[in-house]
């Protein structure tokens, strides 16, 4: 499957997964959902992320590889959670394609935000 290589961005991550919060948030909210594991997952994905937002680069590789891994985890817990509650979209799976993207697991990504529901015809997918 094709897809982008970028090399690790933690704080662009964190940015991203701020815009998953609010899009789950205001989904929710519209739609009177409670889907508060989903959201839980969602949040802690963006406190874990939000001091790289604020420092604005990525730590040293032992930290930034550890801090990879644990939003790869939850970033998969999320897509899980986004299954079982049936909550899916075409903005929502390029978000979820972003963020692994700027944790340089694009293939996994590209792969992944099917799953959350990106439109496999989307402009903004790789070719």
């Known amino acids: 499957m094709s897809h982008f290589d970028i090399p690790l961005d933690l704080p662009h991550a964190g940015r991203v997964a701020s815009r998953i919060v609010r899009l789950l948030e205001r989904h929710c909210e519209e739609h009177g959902l409670d889907a508060e594991e989903l959201l839980d997952i969602a949040e802690k994905l963006d406190v874990m992320l939000s001091k790289y ?75």
Request: proline share 5%; hydrophobic share 35%.
């Open 53 to 127: 937002v604020q420092e604005g680069e990525n730590p040293y590789p032992a930290e930034a590889d550890k801090a990879r891994e644990s939003a790869a985890e939850l970033g998969r817990r999320l897509v899980l959670a986004l299954e079982a509650t049936d909550i899916r979209g075409d903005r929502l799976g390029q978000y979820i394609r972003n963020l692994f993207e700027c944790l340089a697991m694009g293939k996994e990504g590209a792969e992944i935000s099917l799953r959350a529901g990106e439109d496999p015809g989307s402009l903004q997918r790789p070719v």
